[in-house]
């Protein structure tokens, strides 16, 4: 029998029991995080973690305490030399963001109020809202458009499928697939991400309900592709609700002709959805604004301001015209969940009548202060000092004739290999490079990652990094090359 009276008169508490000693360790974990941000150009980009780290990490479950002053040294230690290296200047790898300063102090703020921004009368609510008009005002949304912060882009592609199935027949939501009679299927050129087939697969619609659209030279859908499918899976009985448009593809960074896939999706009565989730804030940048003026006839938008607003992990946004479409499709009211006119439990609509997710942490406070601490203007000049960035790149490539591009710089992925002679197969090249990458990550030197385009692989460098210099690039090219050699040479 639980003997409640005996713990009623020890009653415990997680909060520190010396707030002086936790105040100075708090103190001093942001002067050595100032510290390490302020510095961060002298460290390596990456170092791969010891075996001593790896074994300290890796130990029975604790039953004794320990002081927090000890935990913080062991992060020092075992953690923090071990990052992935995204704060770093030479670091291009993936399609990462650099996070700032004041947003890790905003993470803190926002980790002490710890408020769940799921549901009720409090200020992350209206934060949120905030920060999702501003992210409608950016791209030229409505202002009467619906929107949701997301932990990513992979979260925000799957929310506007399924915003999209539930438009085509809003008799899936309770009946499932069963409602349609015949396969759903919908349209993204072959280099779509890849969380856009896993939204399909998870959506139970099945990868192959993706019609993978031809690219042309430029790795853009291809227009007659799109039209030639979309009929054949008309006659065929199936039926096509959504063609995905790219605002940026993963590989190249290639826009597709979003235009003309508008204009086909209004032609076809289809949900025109744009994954944007690097690219589409390149909008911003007044050279790129007319290709990527169609984002705003598409019906949603997929982005993360984790990429191109430098944001930490995690933010995704998810925006959608239809407002009404949105929150029919995940609109649920159970007992507990009952919005009140006045008190705790009133506010605004909740955010689980949006997406998928209950329990939400306050990402909109860090993206609310970056804003208002540099104004959108200087996001604006840092995504087309990116850009800038990688066509000098582009041009350090093309002039050095060992190197060779993959295709044109469009925006801000460059993809390039060490060529020694015209002799090497593409084995021994893509053996070579893979080499390169691996060499440069090992040194500490950049940390570009790699794809592969037309069976070649290639090093892939995607720039949404505030803290690179026109030097790093410099860098990135002379350690290309001098490895390049050192290999053939050994
Ligand atoms: C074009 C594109 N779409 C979707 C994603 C997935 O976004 P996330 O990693 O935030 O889930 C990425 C990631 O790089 C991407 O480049």
Not at 123 to 151: R, T
Not at 402 to 407: D, M, Q, S
Request: aromatic residues 8%; charged residues 20%; contains cysteine.
């Amino acid at each position: 029998m639980l003997d409640f009276n005996r713990i009623l008169q020890n009653e415990e508490t997680l909060d520190p029991e010396n707030w002086d000693d936790m105040r100075r360790l708090s103190h001093q974990m942001v002067d050595d995080m100032m510290d390490y941000l302020q510095h961060i150009r002298q460290a390596p980009v990456w170092r791969k973690p010891t075996e001593l780290a790896k074994a300290n990490l890796k130990k029975d479950l604790p039953t004794a305490p320990e002081d927090p002053s000890s935990i913080y040294e062991g992060f020092k230690s075992d953690i923090l030399p071990f990052t992935k290296g995204n704060i770093h200047p030479r670091f291009w790898a993936w399609v990462q963001g650099t996070g700032t300063p004041l947003a890790v102090l905003a993470e803190l703020l926002a980790a002490t109020m710890n408020p769940n921004v799921a549901i009720g009368d409090h200020a992350a609510m209206y934060v949120d809202q905030q920060v999702i008009d501003w992210c409608k005002q950016m791209l030229g949304y409505p202002a009467e458009a619906s929107g949701i912060l997301v932990s990513g882009g992979s979260i925000a592609n799957i929310t506007a499928l399924i915003v999209a199935r539930n438009a085509y027949q809003v008799k899936l939501r309770k009946e499932g697939l069963h409602a349609v009679p015949g396969q759903m299927v919908l349209y993204a050129s072959s280099e779509t991400h890849s969380c856009n087939v896993k939204a399909a697969e998870v959506m139970g619609l099945g990868s192959n309900a993706v019609r993978k659209v031809r690219v042309n030279g430029q790795f853009q859908m291809d227009m007659d592709d799109l039209r030639q499918r979309i009929a054949e899976d008309r006659a065929a009985g199936l039926h096509p609700f959504c063609v995905v448009g790219n605002a940026g593809t993963v590989n190249t960074g290639a826009i597709d002709p979003l235009a003309e896939i508008a204009a086909i999706c209004e032609a076809e009565k289809l949900w025109f959805h744009v994954d944007g989730a690097f690219g589409a804030l390149a909008k911003l940048v007044p050279e790129y604004e007319a290709a990527l003026k169609p984002i705003e006839q598409a019906d949603s938008l997929a982005f993360d301001l984790h990429k191109w607003m430098y944001m930490p992990y995690e933010v995704g946004c998810f925006l959608v015209k239809n407002a009404e479409m949105h929150r029919s499709a995940f609109a649920s009211q159970p007992s507990y969940l009952l919005s009140h006119e006045r008190g705790l439990a009133a506010g605004p609509d909740p955010y689980g009548n949006y997406g998928m997710e209950l329990s939400r942490g306050f990402k909109s406070l860090k993206v609310w202060m970056s804003l208002k601490e540099h104004g959108i203007e200087k996001f604006r000049r840092l995504i087309r000092q990116n850009i800038a960035q990688t066509f000098y790149l582009e041009s350090l490539i093309k002039k050095a004739p060992l190197l060779e591009l993959a295709a044109p710089v469009t925006m801000n992925i460059a993809c390039f290999r060490f060529k020694p002679n015209e002799g090497m197969d593409t084995e021994a090249l893509n053996h070579l490079n893979k080499e390169i990458l691996m060499r440069l990550h090992e040194q500490g030197l950049s940390a570009p990652s790699s794809t592969v385009i037309g069976g070649s692989y290639y090093i892939r460098m995607a720039n949404v990094n505030h803290r690179s210099r026109k030097d790093d690039f410099e860098a990135l090219v002379a350690d290309t090359l001098r490895l390049g050699a050192e290999i053939m040479e050994s």
